[in-house]
């Protein structure tokens, strides 16, 4: 079994920052994707960001400029927001796909293991 997990979410004002942490724990070797996605009440859960095993990153486009996605340790990773807007307002989770390494799916549902989410919330 694998469990992420997330710590860091909180409430800023636009225009803050806030950095959200991830630990994988499980039984799974090695290195595999790992990312963060996000949902609001109204819209389908979208990726935030993801990483491959040689720390390739992708940025969603709406966050490009404004994150950055760091790994911790083979399972564990951190993403940085800044310059939050109240559009960022949501639940984020953590997720790890174990069998995808070197090209990560930008689908939500491709994605095994999640975490409980941590939320996120910006005021104007």
């Known amino acids: 079994q694998v469990r992420p997990m997330e710590s860091g979410g909180g409430s800023v004002q636009s225009g803050g920052s806030l950095r959200l942490s991830c630990v994988i724990s499980g039984n799974v070797e090695g290195r595999y994707c790992m990312g963060w996605f996000r949902q609001s009440p109204d819209k389908e859960r979208e990726a935030v960001a993801w990483m491959t095993v040689d720390d390739s990153t992708t940025y969603a486009p709406f966050i490009q400029g404004r994150s950055t996605l760091s790994r911790d340790n083979d399972h564990a990773l951190s993403l940085n927001l800044t310059s939050l807007t109240p559009e960022d307002t949501a639940t984020y989770y953590c997720?790890?796909?174990?069998?995808?390494?070197?090209?990560?799916?930008?689908?939500?549902?491709?994605?095994?293991?999640w975490g409980q989410g941590t939320q996120v919330t910006v005021s104007s």
């Open positions: 997720a790890a796909d174990v069998g995808r390494r070197t090209v990560c799916s930008p689908l939500w549902w491709a994605w095994g293991f």
